[in-house]
């Protein structure tokens, strides 16, 4: 499927819009960032931005961006491995464009920022220089790890949005090698320096364990954002923060799971929890914890009594709490094999009701 990224030197909306004729695409315009995307019918895509060049006004500000040519705009990118352009106009297609020497610190297998102020101007490039040596098996440049440790021990990682950190976060959990990036990242202290905040020393262990048990990106960004102190300036949904400080008071659920003894117990415990949350305590979790959270999301949620409210109406009983009430008892009792049938519901209701009337 396509999918390419192209820089143009000129007219960018003029040059979406021809592009979209060509590919038969849509093309979806943002004239303030001089950007845009064309998709095709095929359901591929290529992604346009006008060259430009940035000027930081204080660190780890957005940049302020203007036209510019294709050299200048190689000079903005992250790192020299990154600021390579391939020539696709007429004549000179496929000429390299390497201002920087990309190519020789691709073959070196090297991470190499491009100017010394490259972690003060955008602190995400220290998420992004251990992402890429881990991953490509690559080793961060001398000169540019020193400059890295000096931006960490500066804390310029915390003078990052919320919103933009944690997105770095979410990066790794999506990678392969998610739990040496983490490995990394704890080993140059960006934690602290970006939250204020150590994870508990048993967090990579727990982390690979979950990465082992094949626990997607997802999962394993909510157990990552339950080491972190819970900040309401957090850009997370209400799932998300929910699972994350479920995960976080764990051990108080697995203890009263190892507690419980009927089905019916283990449900009541288990159903106020995000499933995400208890995906990731099962994964945690010893075997017969492990077991009983599975047989729950496998099996005891979907369990719900044979009655509706309309059955307790016929009973003569008025609608009200008592019918919430009521149902919940009937599922508690299918749950422990004390009725089967809608015949044993009926009769454990009026003997309920009989019960409330004496």
Known sequence: ????????????????????????GRVVYHARFLTGTVHRPDGGRVDFARTRTETYPKPAALPTVRPATVEADLVRRDFTINAMALEITPGRFGRLIDPHSGRADLDARLVRILQPAS????????????RFAVRLEFEIEPETLARMRDAVAARLPGLLTPERALHELQCFCAEEHAPRMFEAALREGLFPACFEHRPSPDFLGRFQRLNRRKCDPALLFIFVLAE?????????TTEQRDAARAVRERRTLVAGLARARRPSTVCRRLRPVPEPALRIIAALASPPVHAGIRCYLDELAAVEPLLRGHDLAALGLRPGPAYRQILEALRDARLDGRVRTR???????RRTLSRSKD
């Open 119 to 130: 972690f003060r101007d955008d602190p995400t490039r220290v998420f992004r220089a251990i």
């Open 343 to 349: 015949a044993d519901e009926l009769s454990l209701v």
């Open 228 to 236: 972190l102190p819970d900040n309401p300036r957090f850009p997370v």
């Open 1 to 24: 499927m396509l999918d390419l990224d192209l820089a143009v030197d000129g007219d960018t909306r003029r040059f979406g819009n021809e592009l979209a004729r060509t590919l038969d």
